[in-house]
């Protein structure tokens, strides 16, 4: 009985983690394309995963390995999307308003909230 709760668990995990990729995804789809990016939907999804796990690697072992992760995620956009160093930078910051805009209605939405 306890190994099925815990697949449960694992299954739910991962199927929470390819839901948060294609939300992420989403927003940084659209803020690409608002900055006037050259992107589809499934390049945004594979430079979601390339930073989301690759950039962890680089972060956990560096002691200042956030900087260098925040500078590789920029190269990262600057090359996929090809956009400019200013343009990559405010696509990372739209990417996070549009996903807290999302966010947000979710919360109205389903009222995950008591206000």
Do not use: D
């Not at 099925?4 to 803020?31: D, E, K």
């Not at 995963?49 to 990262?76: D, E, K, Y």
Request: aromatic share 18%; hydrophobic share 65%.
């Amino acid at each position: 009985m306890n190994s099925n709760i815990n697949m449960l668990t694992q299954i739910y995990a991962f199927l929470a983690t390819i839901f948060t990729f294609a939300i992420i995804s989403v927003a940084l789809y659209y803020a690409v394309k608002i900055l006037g990016g050259k992107t589809t939907f499934k390049e945004v999804l594979l430079v979601n995963v390339l930073c989301g796990f690759g950039l962890t690697i680089v972060a956990f072992l560096f002691p200042i390995g956030s900087v260098f992760a925040f500078v590789a995620l920029i190269l990262i956009y600057r090359h996929f999307f090809k956009i400019g160093w200013f343009r990559a930078i405010l696509a990372w910051l739209l990417q996070a308003v549009i996903l807290l805009i999302f966010l947000l209605i979710l919360i109205k939405v389903f009222g995950l909230s008591s206000y």
